[in-house]
């Protein structure tokens, strides 16, 4: 696989011509990390955006008392550190790997402004991810502030159905394979994974759905 397949899997990326990207090849650099391991912490400067070659990659910040709060989890493909492009000059959140062999493409922001200068469908497509990310953050906030926790864990599983979901034509049903750890469900609802097992067995027993380890089945 070369650099090009990795940032066609992001919509930004795909309007990109090879011979254009092939003028930036040099810029970009790819990064291993282990698990637990700092991608970047709060504070740190704001000069590159990162792409997820392969594993997972927490993105949260420590409240006043010093809680984790998790705002997204991201798998391959996804961008994050985004904020950088509008020229926000430090981070106000920490992204950290949470899987081994998590592998990064870093793209420095000075390159991705020559390149929106350059190429208006990619500029069109980078702005349509930021529109999409900060509503998408949005939506997750009114949740955490205005929603008890069934609801929020209900509204959350159609979220999973939108980015995860197919259609199985054996079993007849809408089945969600997602990326995620029982763990992480509780952490993105603002729960804790009992109360998130009780709600899940609960909507197991009225049949709503059924699931395993990362899959959820909707009956």
């Known amino acids: ?9 992001a919509n930004m990326f795909s309007k990109l011509c090879p011979h254009k990207f ?36 927490k993105i949260g910040y420590y409240n006043g008392e010093g809680e984790e709060i998790i705002k997204a989890i991201l798998t391959k493909g996804e961008l ?18 949470i899987s081994n062999n998590t592998n990064i493409c ?11 200068q350059d190429n208006k469908t990619f500029s069109q497509g980078i702005y349509k991810f930021l529109g999409w990310r900060f509503r998408k953050l949005e939506r997750r906030l009114e949740l955490l502030l205005f929603k008890d ?18 259609v199985c034509p054996e079993r007849k049903c809408l089945v969600v394979k997602h ?7 509780a952490c993105l609802i603002a729960t804790s994974r ?9 909507l197991q027993q009225e049949k709503v ?11």
Do not use: C
Not at 27 to 52: C, G, P, Q, T, W
Not at 106 to 116: K, P, R, S, Y
């Open 106 to 116: 870093a793209v420095g922001v000075d390159t991705l402004h020559n390149l929106m």
């Open 149 to 166: 926790t069934k609801t929020r864990l209900l509204e959350f599983l159609e979220e999973l159905k939108e980015e995860y979901g197919f």
């Open 80 to 97: 994050f550190g985004e904020k950088a492009i509008l020229g926000v000059q430090t981070r106000n959140e920490f992204a950290q790997a």
């Open 194 to 202: 009992p109360t998130l097992n009780l709600l899940m067995n609960e």
């Open 179 to 185: 990326p995620y750890t029982q763990k992480d469900l």
């Open 22 to 57: 092939k003028a930036y090849k040099k810029a970009h650099d790819f990064d291993n990390y282990s698990r637990k391991d700092y991608i970047y912490l709060e504070e740190a400067a704001a000069r590159k955006v990162f792409m997820i070659v392969s594993g997972r990659v």
């Open 209 to 219: 759905l059924d699931f395993s380890r990362n899959e959820i089945v909707f009956l």
């Open 1 to 9: 696989m070369n650099e090009l397949w990795y940032m066609e899997q």
